[in-house]
């Protein structure tokens, strides 16, 4: 038995970063309760009493252990990732630390956004860009930071029910480690295998019905590492199709861009502030078709996993092949997309008929019971 053989090395991560989360959410879970860092009720929210919050500090405790065994004895010392490795994890502990304040003290939209913009500058200044085929460094740069402060917030505005924020991250980084594995990039497996199994401890204690929820904390923290390991990673250059593999990113991330895109359309088309929370996320409103909280984070769960597993295989495809998985891809939202539209459209009419004066007059034929 080979000990050293990636197997055992990525098994032995997994288990550590496991171990090291799970076994420290009940201690955050004492201490959020203890000194009030609690997630209390409010109009547009799913739980019904107040919640400790900090998973998002147990996630980033299995991180760092894994952190730190990873580039004492997994990667060498000369790699030329090191500089960006530690990096990355100062602007997460930064971010960890904003989310914290943000969960203890609200802050504002505007000031997290400047703390986003702030860390994800750093990371551009250590030499994480988006490049594919654009030669100009500031648009490489630009281009990067919108990266940057998209998915970190996708992340943070998909954390509105038990599960479904840490299942996605969780998902989302166990493709990426798939992904890196099949093109060899053992310094990003390493870290994101590590990352998904810190998040799996935290989801033991978050899953419906949750006893702990991650917060600003974890959701900016995990947004921030995948926008940064995806800008990253090499997606051209494995199979025979020249430029295909860049919209690798965009199909793995479909489902927190989806919600993020359809939230963002309806507050503006109802005249509302962007930044201003409310029940009109994806999850809402598969809930609102008639699905319990549960159901409507495993839809989204596995639609998660089955758009990135299809993005996994642009490595290795043609390009007329790769345009058959980004079809699929937009008719499985399309499909989403319509059923949530139809779905709505009875709700209004079930609303008017229960309250004519609210909408159109009840259809008298139709209105006895199913």
């Known amino acids: 038995m080979n000990l050293q053989s990636p197997f055992f090395i990525y098994l032995g991560l997994a288990m550590l970063a496991f171990i090291v989360s799970s076994t420290s959410v009940p201690v955050l879970i004492w201490f959020a309760r203890r000194f009030g860092v609690m997630d209390k009720p409010a109009q547009r929210k ?18 760092t252990v894994c952190f730190v065994v990873i580039r004492m004895y997994l990667i060498p010392a000369d790699s030329q990732y090191q500089p960006v490795f530690l990096a990355l994890y100062a602007c997460s502990a930064f971010l960890l630390g904003v989310g914290i304040v943000d969960d203890i003290r609200n802050l504002s939209a505007e000031t997290k956004l400047i703390a986003q913009i702030a860390a994800a500058a750093v990371m551009i200044y250590f030499g994480v860009r988006i490049r594919f085929w654009i030669d100009a460094e500031w648009l490489q740069s630009l281009l990067t930071l919108c990266w940057f402060v998209v998915i970190t917030n996708a992340f943070n505005l998909l954390d509105n029910m038990d599960g479904l924020s840490g299942g996605v991250g969780g998902l989302t980084t166990f493709i ?71 919209v690798t990113p965009l199909i793995i991330f479909s489902v927190p861009l989806y919600d993020t895109a359809s939230v963002v359309w309806i507050r503006i088309r109802d005249g509302r502030s962007i930044f201003k929370a409310d029940k009109n996320h994806f999850s809402h409103r598969l809930v609102a078709l008639g699905m319990t909280h549960r159901q409507a984070v495993m839809v989204i769960l596995f639609l998660t996993f089955d758009v990135g597993l299809m993005a996994v295989l642009l490595l290795k495809l043609t390009g007329a092949q790769g345009m058959l998985v980004l079809l699929h891809t937009l008719i499985m939202f399309l499909v989403i997309a319509l059923l949530e539209r139809t779905g709505a459209i009875k709700m209004r009419e079930l609303a008017g008929r229960e309250n004519p004066a609210a909408g159109d007059p009840p259809n008298v034929e139709n209105s006895r019971p199913e």
Do not use: R, W
């Open 46 to 63: 799913v739980h019904t009493e107040p919640k400790p919050l900090l998973g998002g500090v147990a996630i980033f405790l299995g991180y």
């Open 176 to 246: 990426y480690f798939i992904l890196c594995v099949y093109t060899q990039e053992k310094e990003f497996a390493l870290p994101l295998l590590a990352m998904t199994f810190a998040i799996a401890g935290f989801l033991k204690y978050n899953f419906y019905p949750s006893k702990i929820f991650m917060g600003d904390a974890g959701s900016l923290m995990i947004g921030f590492n995948l926008a940064a390991f995806s800008s990253m990673i090499t997606y051209i250059g494995y199979g025979p199709a020249q430029h295909m593999p860049i």
